[in-house]
């Protein structure tokens, strides 16, 4: 039954909230004392001490972790220790910003790899092959902070085709969005073509291309459909990979999302931002889990089934 | 069949096909993109459009000084890119103890420190027009008249006596707490006249209003605003206010009109921060901005080269060098500290490892433009063979194994770090370095772990370059236990308890005579920070640190 499906994925998430949640706070604390950054080293001892006091950080550790506990499952992670802002609410407006860069580059990279992909597959062995996938291992392979200040470089000083930092008009989505779908679009290109590769020598193409069907007919209707099962399943995992990803492109292009938020109050041991922002990722991350699972068992009869 | 299987033959109905799920997709995925670049226009303000071009209004004032000469002000917009660290996550100044710029250019302080031409700053009248010590524990701020609060209210003596209650108070949270340490209270004698009442004499209370930003008692005071609205929405008394900020990311300031401060040509001001070095000299080079901060030192050079670009090097506040063990041996013993002292070529560290750009330090942890420094000192001198007869008369074998602990993370951490090793080496100390997080350097600062003998450090005088603020950090009850000698001690708190200048910078040099002669650590090289700037752009540039940068007195080209 549905109900029951869902029921059982929803604990198994609730399972794993609150490990993530608990992982979160100690891995926080294990990062130093906040009050000392904020104030820059300024204070005397009983001042630092007063500061602790009021940010609750002077608790037993028991006492602060089941306050958080209580306080996260009400969605309340506290202020951030910097901004004196609700943490949450803070991180979301921030995740909207990054959703910009996010979901474009996911959505394009698979765009973009299904012809790659495909016509590797076909010409396998010709140039366009060798292209594909040498463009395909160096996508892999380039760290995104490199490609990121070599597009800036390239495109934003040597030939000030594109501004290079911070938000603005649809041009300043363009070299961050790029950046990001450097390695996923690699990655996405190279399995098509692994997946295509190997549906082709499948009997019911034979059967279609016997059949009389254009070869484009056949690669489009009858290929191309059951290769891209496997990629919706990454699909799922690899919103996690780009969003964290997103950190090192948000700091280099100064775009103001939660990566550029997260990096930042990780250098300052925000705790309640930190923990805002794992948890919101965490989420996000095991949602589009079920949700991609539930996709693909609509996408394979297999999976309807029960095979 | 399982239960699963059920829920899909249910579920799928003749309508949702394969084919029609992929189609959605792909739909959603367009459509997502489409909706993101929509949101992504009407966002914050273009950068680039108001950058590197002819100023916004291009409109010209004459203003005649007191000689009859007139001054053709040009006003315009400023873009600047600004490294993070504190700046631009909140427009609460209680928010850091930084000194950032977008605070002196939201509020007011009783009084601002200006270049003096002069290597140390001098402090002018800002919110308040005078100032004078009734008695040792109690200064008498007079405030100007005229102040107004960006939303038209009058500024007066209950904001100041509301800001310092408010800082002082640890519920609060103010970050600024430790700039407030020695006031007791705070009176209103009456709208235009302040007096803060301190525990014990202090002569420094005029000078640390530089770092406390006046905030409205009407708006931070009334629950339905508070420090939260501050942070986004403040109410200031400052050159300028809010047109729109984007957290961490811009800040975008225009006239106040109702400020009594006025600007010398820079009405508006567009703040973009920019962690990456990379990407902030970049978008300078390619004249996104109109000037940046905290230049790399490697870059200085290659950015005066370009055209119509200058870099500015503001005062040094700080060192870069190393604390030093002082109570274990044989650390304990002056002969062995003073032997590292000698043993370190100054020099030629900062010419290699800093590119020529910042002056060795001179035998103490002072630098030049600091009140206090006392320039009779001089560089310890590099003498690796009277390094080495200090050490064998104190007892310490060629071989003797020490540890430095170093941040790889700060700029040339680890060069810095293996060429002071080399000179160490270099008369028989072996040292083993160990890199270290800014966590636990910290926890060292603040005794809560045991440092290696050798630990990185930066102690500064901050911008407002007075020495205490670096040398309090040395006295034998700071809880970092750094050093432990009551004449330091004496000459410390004569020092700032001293009203009158003179006598105050004499006891400084006593001070750091003494700890020259029996150092607590090694004073190697100014901590220096570089500004560029744009010279086709802005005339005048002549900030008093990097930050801040008082945008009010920048005059445009």
């Known amino acids: ?307 | 069949m399982t239960e699963e299987t059920n829920y899909w033959n249910r579920y799928v109905s003749a309508r949702l096909t394969r084919r029609r799920i992929l189609q959605g997709a792909a739909a959603n995925g367009l459509g997502l993109t489409v909706l993101a670049a929509a949101a992504c226009g009407s966002g914050t303000k273009k950068s680039a459009s108001t950058a590197g071009s002819p100023s916004a209004s291009g409109s010209v004032t004459k203003t005649t000084g007191a000689t009859g000469t007139v001054t053709t002000l040009k006003h315009g917009t400023l873009t600047g890119g600004f490294s993070s660290g504190g700046v631009g996550q909140t427009l609460s100044p209680n928010s850091t103890a930084l000194w950032a710029s977008e605070f002196y250019a939201l509020y007011d302080q009783l009084a601002r420190l200006e270049p003096s031409g002069q290597p140390s700053p001098k402090l002018t009248p800002a919110l308040a027009t005078s100032w004078e010590a009734q008695q040792p524990t109690r200064w008498v701020f007079h405030l100007r008249s005229d102040a107004k609060w960006s939303d038209g209210q009058p500024v007066t003596a209950d904001d100041v006596k509301f800001t310092y209650d408010y800082v002082k108070d640890p519920a609060n949270k103010s970050a600024i707490i430790g700039r407030v340490t020695t006031v007791d209270s705070v009176d209103v004698v009456d709208p235009n006249t302040v007096a803060i009442n301190t525990k014990t004499p202090d002569p420094l209370i005029p000078r640390n209003s530089f770092f406390v930003h006046i905030m409205p008692k009407h708006y931070l005071g009334d629950p339905k605003y508070g420090d939260q609205a501050m942070g986004t929405k403040p109410v200031g008394s400052g050159a300028y206010t809010i047109d729109s900020y984007s957290q961490g990311s811009s800040i975008n300031l225009k006239k106040n009109p109702n400020s009594w401060r006025g600007t010398t040509g820079v009405d508006t001001v567009n703040m973009r921060i920019i962690s990456e070095d990379t990407t902030r000299i970049g978008a300078f080079q390619s004249g996104d901005l109109d000037m940046v901060d905290q230049i790399p030192l490697n870059q200085i050079s290659q950015i005066s080269q370009m055209k119509n670009r200058k870099t500015f090097l503001p005062p040094a506040t700080g060192y870069l060098g190393w604390d030093v063990e002082y109570f274990d041996p044989p650390y304990n013993d002056k002969r062995v500290r003073l032997a590292f002292a000698h043993a370190i070529d100054y020099g030629a560290i900062a010419k290699t490892v800093y590119f020529g750009v910042p002056k060795p330090m001179q035998g103490q942890m002072l630098s030049g433009p600091t009140f206090g420094f006392n320039p009779s000192l001089k560089t310890y001198a590099y003498d690796p063979a009277m390094a080495k007869q200090l050490l064998q008369a104190a007892g310490v074998q060629a071989g003797f194994k020490t540890k430095m602990e170093f941040r790889p993370d700060v700029f040339q951490g680890q060069a810095f770090a293996e060429a002071c090793a080399k000179y160490l080496q270099d008369i028989g100390v072996q040292a083993d370095l160990v890199p270290i997080q800014i966590n636990v350097w910290r926890d060292g600062l603040y005794g809560r772990r045991k440092r290696a003998p050798f630990m990185y450090d930066t102690w500064s005088s901050s911008a407002s370059l007075e020495a205490s603020i670096a040398l309090q950090w040395m006295l034998s009850t700071n809880p970092g236990k750094f050093y432990n000698n009551s004449d330091f001690d004496a000459a410390y708190n004569a020092a700032v308890s001293e009203f009158d200048d003179n006598k105050r910078q004499q006891d400084y040099w006593k001070a750091v005579d003494i700890m020259n002669a029996d150092p607590p650590g090694l004073w190697v090289v100014e901590g220096a920070v570089s500004a560029a700037y744009r010279s086709d752009k802005i005339a005048v540039f002549n900030p008093i640190g990097s930050p801040p940068t008082y945008f009010d007195e920048l005059v445009l080209a």
């Open chain 1, 1 to 307: 039954m549905l109900i029951n499906y869902l029921l059982r994925r929803i604990f198994q998430a609730l399972v794993v909230m609150f490990l993530l949640l608990t992982v979160l706070f100690f891995t926080a604390r294990l990062t130093g004392d906040p009050i000392t950054f904020l104030v820059g080293g300024f204070l005397t001892a009983d001042d630092i001490q007063k500061l602790r006091t009021a940010y609750g950080l002077n608790q037993p550790l028991p006492q602060q972790y089941l306050i958080f506990l209580w306080n996260a499952i009400h969605l309340d992670f506290g202020q951030s220790i910097r901004t004196h802002q609700a943490a949450l609410p803070l991180v979301l407006n921030k995740a909207v910003v990054s959703s910009q860069l996010v979901f474009p580059a996911l959505f394009l990279s698979l765009v973009l790899a299904i012809p790659l992909g495909t016509l590797a597959a076909i010409k396998r062995g010709s140039g366009v092959d060798a292209a594909a996938m040498g463009g395909a291992v160096i996508g892999q392979s380039v760290p995104s902070f490199f490609l990121g200040v070599l597009l800036i470089f390239v495109f934003g000083v040597t030939l000030g085709w594109l501004p290079v930092f911070g938000t603005g008009g649809l041009d300043h989505l363009i070299l961050p969005i790029a950046t990001l779908m450097g390695y996923p679009l690699a990655r996405y290109t190279r399995l098509i073509r692994a997946q295509i590769s190997e549906t082709l020598t499948h009997e019911y193409v034979r059967t279609a291309r016997a059949k009389g069907l254009s070869e484009a007919r056949v690669v489009i209707h009858h290929v191309l459909q059951n290769s891209l099962l496997p990629i919706v399943s990454l699909l799922g995992v690899d919103l996690g990979l780009v969003i964290s990803a997103g950190v090192i492109v948000e700091a280099i292009f100064a775009w103001p999302g939660f990566g550029s938020l997260l990096l930042q109050s990780a250098v300052a041991r925000d705790y309640p931002v930190i923990q805002a922002t794992g948890f919101l990722v965490g989420a996000t991350v095991l949602v589009s889990a079920i949700f991609v699972d539930l996709v693909y068992g609509l996408l394979d009869p297999r999976m309807r089934l029960g095979a």
